[in-house]
């Protein structure tokens, strides 16, 4: 067996795991007379017969904690869902409200590339934690918007007031996080979890506001109705 430490720029194996596998991907390896590796992202080797590349020691910890909290996220995604259907007893909005919490993932890729760092187990916690915070925004506007339906007012002036009415306490919300977690972004380890909240926030804030409104038109604007028939 031969073991072996990542080491470089990133802090994240799977960086310099990525960087390994395009290099074995690369590399003549019948040309040498040789057997082309295996690799295995966890679990021992099967065969012990064929060479074998094993991600282990920081990456095991890695994967282990990415899919524990992945499971989790689940949980916690079910259980916000279980209670929209409880409030609004409807099957159907509550998928509309948990639109941007998967829109998040805009602003964290792009604050990631932005200071130049790895996606960790940090980033992850952050990216779960904004479903919360997300999904609490959706619910105003879309409560806001049923009790401001009425017996022939259209619906796109009942989303326009809803934008403008509720944009206020969405912005502060979002606002009062970002502050938060701006104070933490320069701490090494915790600075996924802030660069998470930060642009993650911004950016759903930003497109829950347009893509709830959005999704209202498609699914039940009455004047798309009344053009089509």
Do not use: C
């Not at 990542?6 to 802090?11: F, H, I, M, P, S």
């Not at 209670?83 to 409200?97: E, M, N, T």
């Amino acid at each position: 067996m031969v073991l072996a430490e990542l080491a470089g720029d990133y802090e994240a194996p799977i960086y310099g795991m990525l960087a390994v596998n395009r290099a074995i991907d690369a590399f003549d390896w019948k040309a040498k007379g040789l057997v082309k590796p295996e690799v295995s992202l966890n679990g021992q080797p099967a065969d012990e017969a064929k060479p074998t590349v094993l991600w282990d020691g920081e990456w095991e910890i890695t994967w282990v904690t990415f899919r524990d909290m992945g499971a989790a996220f689940m949980v916690a995604l079910l259980g916000i869902y279980v209670l929209v259907v409880a409030q609004f007893r409807s099957f159907k909005l509550p998928l509309v409200i948990l639109t941007p919490v998967p829109l998040t993932l805009v602003g964290i890729v792009l604050g990631h590339m932005l200071f130049q760092a790895p996606f960790t187990a940090t980033s992850m916690i952050g990216f779960i934690a904004l479903a919360g915070i997300i999904v609490r925004n959706s619910i105003l506007l879309v409560d806001f918007i049923r009790h401001a339906q009425a017996p022939g007012k259209p619906l796109r002036q009942v989303l326009i007031e809803a934008g403008t009415i509720r944009v206020k306490p969405i912005v502060l919300t979002a606002a009062a996080a970002m502050i938060g977690a701006a104070t933490i972004l320069s701490d090494p380890i915790f600075q996924g979890l802030a660069i998470s909240l930060l642009f993650g926030l911004a950016s759903s804030t930003l497109l829950t506001v347009l893509v709830i409104p959005a999704i209202y038109v498609v699914l039940r604007d009455d004047q798309m109705e009344m053009a089509s028939s």
